[in-house]
């Protein structure tokens, strides 16, 4: 699909209210509006955590705004994960409204009201697997992506919170089953080369591709 230059956004807004980040988001960028994230609402919809549902072991603590992966949880919590992801139960990896409010802001506008303007596309975004993997840490501090079998699980998981977003928004509102860009967020890539940051280019581009190619998959199965 050619946009031809059509704007859009990050996604990210500094409001707190639903409804009037997704007037601003139409208002704006109204041909390809993306769902608005608000970490300023909760930090349930902090970049990081916004996308760590069901991971296995992971414990947010609100109120301490804090994030981390549990590794006794984890290794029980991993047979059930990989249950779910072979068995393709994409709605195990949903987000909720607690953790992503404008997303199911903008699907039920998408569900009950008609547009009164064209929409060329719905821009989605995910927390790359890179950055999600460099960004929680275990309770001891260690990034998760430095973990062989956790870092497999982020990929499996960062595949399927985004299958999961084409999937709601091509079951809900056939106005956009097949016009759907999503975006994989990857922050952390700017310190690629540093001394804080010790991982390889191999490792980077295995793990982009593997999401990118389980995205495209599943968005295929689920369109066709």
């Known amino acids: 699909m050619n946009f031809n230059g059509t704007a859009t956004t990050i ?11 997704l007037q601003l988001i139409l208002k704006y960028t ?19 955590v916004q996308y760590s549902e069901n991971f296995p072991g992971i414990v947010v603590d609100e109120n301490a705004e804090k994030i981390f992966v ?13 249950e779910h992801f072979l068995a393709n139960n994409i709605d195990y990896f949903r987000i909720s ?5 404008g997303f199911h802001f903008l699907l039920n506008y998408l569900i009950t009201q008609s547009p009164n303007h064209p929409i060329t596309a719905i821009k989605c975004q995910t927390t790359g697997p890179v ?3 460099l960004a929680v840490k275990t309770e001891t501090g260690q990034s998760i992506f430095y973990d062989t079998q956790l870092r497999d699980a982020v990929i499996k998981h960062i595949t399927m919170k ?3 977003q084409i999937k709601e928004l091509t079951v809900n509102s056939k106005q956009v089953a097949d016009s759907i860009v999503l975006f994989l967020d990857e922050p952390y890539l700017a310190a690629y080369g540093s ?8 490792e980077i581009i295995n793990s982009l591709q593997e999401v990118i190619s389980g995205i495209k998959t599943s968005f295929h199965q689920i369109t066709k």
């Open 131 to 133: 950055t999600f993997g």
């Open 70 to 82: 549990n590794i006794e949880i984890a290794l029980k919590d991993l047979e059930k994960f990989y």
């Open 162 to 164: 985004s299958v999961w």
């Open 30 to 48: 109204p041909e390809i509006p993306a769902w608005p994230q608000l970490p300023k609402r909760t930090f349930k919809e902090n970049m990081y």
């Open 97 to 101: 409204n607690e953790y992503a409010a």
């Open 195 to 202: 001394a804080f940051t010790a991982i390889s280019r191999e």
């Open 11 to 21: 996604g990210s807004l500094p409001n707190v209210n639903p409804q009037v980040a």
